[in-house]
């Protein structure tokens, strides 16, 4: 059964920094795309980052370019997301999201999300 | 970058009815390239269907994508008491991957 445990939540104040976790099983973590989704308390989805299945490549949105960083560990079947510089509204629920094996940009299992508060 | 826009914001119907929601992008999304998710509260989002109007794996066929181009629609043939949720629509692509606004379909 494929699993995705993400972690690392919780409330920073706005110019600080937070590293979330996602860890993968039930899949070959190694020979999938993955990505972060974020969605603000009450709000609509959006997209955040991508990294290809062997990390060699990675996107972002326009939002957190500069300030996050995706990263994975194949050999711990874990995804990164480095978040600095945070900012008020980057406050969201961020959830990790397997690509499909069609399609890398398609995404069929998620976890549960953390949740990232920036306040001071 | 792509916007796309969801109709209706809120959609009251009863179960059995049919549901159709619309997503419309404010330009071409080439090769339909167009995916839709459902989300109940408290939970992550669920890929129902991907390149317009492929069902994913395990979605029930009363749930059916159409459209091309710039107007999309997902329908829900006969609803059952577990389709009330909010359904996003997708497009992926450009590289912003954008997410429509949402329509929230509910019990009348």
């Known amino acids: 059964e494929v699993q995705l445990l993400d972690s690392g939540g919780g409330l920073v104040q706005p110019g600080g920094s937070l590293r979330l976790s996602c860890a993968a099983s039930g899949f070959t973590f190694s020979s999938y795309p993955m990505t972060w989704v974020r969605q603000a308390p009450g709000k609509g989805l959006e997209w955040v980052s991508a990294i290809t299945s062997g990390g060699t490549a990675t996107s972002y949105a326009d939002s957190v370019k500069g300030r996050f960083t995706i990263s994975r560990d194949n050999s711990k079947n874990t995804l990164y997301l480095q978040m600095n510089s945070l900012r008020a509204e980057d406050t969201a629920i961020y959830y990790c999201a397997k690509a499909t094996g069609g399609d890398p940009r398609v995404y069929d299992y998620w976890g549960q999300g953390t949740l990232v508060t920036v306040s001071s | 970058e792509i916007v796309l826009t969801q109709s209706p914001g809120t959609l009251s119907l009863s179960p059995g009815e049919r549901a159709t929601l619309s997503c419309r992008a404010s330009q071409s999304v080439s090769s339909s390239y167009l995916a839709w998710y459902q989300q109940k509260p408290g939970q992550a989002p669920r890929l129902l269907i991907y390149?317009?109007?492929s069902r994913a794996t395990g979605i029930p066929d009363r749930f059916s994508g159409s459209g091309s181009g710039t107007d999309f629609t997902l329908t829900i043939s006969r609803l059952e008491a577990e389709d009330f949720a909010v359904y996003y629509c997708q497009e992926y692509v450009s590289s912003a991957r954008t997410f429509g606004q949402g329509t929230k379909l509910q019990i009348k």
């Open positions: 390149a317009a109007s």
